[in-house]
């Protein structure tokens, strides 16, 4: 068996070992074997990551220019750049995600750090339409201070980008907790980030599970806020976690996000698009299109052609470039795929095609592409998130109806519409209550483009313009510009 490979971690500009040495195996999902060994955090490494975040914010880091601080950021970006190649690699072994995909999205990642190195010198404070004489009053954005970035196994770049970016732009420091799941990649991270020469301390990345890491990391009284990416049960933890050191949280939580196609649809771009929606990064995205309504004129002619296209996809090794569908990131994923599905079928649900584990690999958590056909949408795998390739797919009739189906799931992320009525993409677009909606296209990201839910996929938008401000405070300052004394020293003026 290969040696595994060893990871440390970076806290205060230094690599390493948890105290007492813990440590615990990584997974490749292609063959369930272990492939590398990282450390395991404990209260005691957190307080140390947290501690040398405080350093470094109270020392050079919150003072220095702007532009200085962009700088670092433009450097992180084209590091990430540079060694794209290298980082997609780290990630395709360790989540079995596609290498097609982790190298591309660990290059476009740079531009989100290029995106906020622009605006770190551009937020400005403002002067009041004070009401009172004699006084000036201004208002200035000050940094947060040690912020605690929680990111989950899936689309980590992406998601650590989001929440790091803004964070350095405007002054804070940081701990990242990488997943337990596949931590690899943000350590691999950590060392570009090194490269850059930028202030120790300012950067941390730990990993470890969410007992003791990540409760002894939302607890620190020196955490000034968290930015948490995850599922809602974690969410709740989180959230309880805050009322120990009351600091400010941002959750960014899963999805079932709907998708409607009416009968004027373009059904080739739809087909394309919905199946990038759900069987894209196999269906283990937090806006993964999983529940699709189709107006019943089309219903059985669409789902023939979707149906088709799905049987079409490639499923195969992570690292090839023909493959379509790698395996699930973990047993886990699989086993509660499998529960969903069978009582599905139980209630009704009839499978159009996949539904059983993939015979490519019985090592690795292959699980096909799989459509399932629901009379309703209370069906298990029509209802809950499975985190994985299964379409569960309802009919309806008329706008109206869709809108409200729609709208009936307890999450509020992502959504989409096909029509080629440009009015009636607006209307329902409008009408869906999600953070997210994708007309005509799905599965997008941007810097300049706000990422998040409503209901129960959460509150506070990542990426954009107006994020950069969730990671700074207010501060008003108060003047008094007279010569002479203020007068009644118990007067309120
Ligand atoms: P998860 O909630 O199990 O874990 C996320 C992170 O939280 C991990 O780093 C984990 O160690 C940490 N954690 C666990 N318990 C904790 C605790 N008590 N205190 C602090 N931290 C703790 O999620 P996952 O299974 O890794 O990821 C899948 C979920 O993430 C899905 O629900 C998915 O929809 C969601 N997700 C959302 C987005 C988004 O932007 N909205 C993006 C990707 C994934």
Not at 128 to 142: G, S, V, Y
Not at 252 to 258: A, D, R, V
Not at 372 to 400: Q, R, W, Y
Request: glycine letters at 8%; a neutral charge; one cysteine or more.
């Amino acid at each position: 068996m290969p040696e595994l490979k060893k990871y440390k971690m970076f806290i205060n500009g230094e690599w390493v070992d948890s105290e007492g040495k813990k440590t615990f195996e990584t997974l490749n999902p292609e063959n369930n074997k272990p492939w590398a060994v990282v450390p395991e955090a404990s209260a005691k490494d957190v307080d140390k990551a947290v501690k040398s975040a405080q350093k470094a914010f109270e020392g050079e880091w919150s003072k220095i220019l702007p532009r200085e601080r962009a700088k670092y950021l433009r450097a992180i970006g084209s590091k990430l750049r540079d060694n794209a190649e290298l980082l997609g690699k780290v990630e395709t072994v360790d989540t079995g995600k596609l290498y097609r995909e982790t190298y591309k999205q660990a290059h476009y990642i740079a531009e989100y750090y290029d995106y906020y190195a622009g605006l770190a010198d551009k937020i400005e404070g403002t002067v009041l339409p004070i009401d009172k004489p004699n006084i000036q009053a201004i208002t200035t954005r000050i940094p947060i201070g040690v912020i605690a970035a929680i990111v989950p196994w899936n689309s980590q770049m992406f998601l650590t980008a989001t929440k790091l970016a803004p964070a350095l732009a405007m002054g804070n420091t940081i701990v990242i907790k990488a997943s337990e799941l596949a931590p690899a990649t943000m350590f691999e991270f950590a060392k570009l980030i090194e490269e850059t020469g930028i202030p120790k301390g300012v950067v941390n990345v730990i990993t470890g599970f969410g007992d003791p890491c990540g409760k002894a990391l939302t607890t620190h009284n020196l955490v000034e806020k968290v930015a948490f990416t995850g599922g809602p049960e974690t969410a709740r933890h989180i959230i309880r976690n805050s009322a120990e050191n009351l600091s400010e949280v941002s959750l960014e939580l899963g999805g079932k996000s709907p998708v409607a196609v009416f009968n004027d649809a373009h059904q080739e771009n739809a087909v394309n698009g919905i199946t990038a929606g759900i069987f894209g990064a196999s269906g283990q995205s937090c806006i993964a299109g999983s529940r699709l309504y189709l107006q019943k004129e089309i219903y059985n002619e669409f789902l023939d052609k979707l149906t088709a296209r799905a049987e079409k996809i490639k499923i195969g090794a992570p690292m090839d470039p023909e493959t379509e569908m790698g395996p699930l990131s973990n047993f886990k994923q699989l086993e509660v795929i499998e529960k969903n599905i069978k009582l599905t079928v139980e209630q009704g649900g009839k499978i159009k095609c996949g539904g059983k584990r993939h015979s490519y690999s019985n090592e690795g958590y292959y699980f096909p592409p799989t459509i399932i056909e629901c009379d309703n949408h209370n069906l298990p795998v029509a209802e809950n998130e499975l985190f994985g390739p299964v379409l569960s797919v309802m009919k309806f009739d008329t706008e109206k109806e869709v809108i409200e189906k729609m709208n009936d799931n307890q999450f509020g992320l992502s959504s989409g519409v096909y029509t080629s009525d440009l009015a009636r993409g607006l209307r329902v677009s409008n009408a869906i209550r999600a953070g997210i909606t994708f007309v005509n296209t799905y599965r997008l990201i941007s810097p300049s483009a706000p990422f998040g839910g409503i209901k129960d996929s959460g509150y506070g938008k990542e990426a954009g313009i107006d994020s950069i401000k969730d990671y700074t405070r207010v501060k008003t300052i108060w003047y008094y510009t007279s010569e002479e004394p203020t007068l009644d020293p118990f007067a309120i003026r």
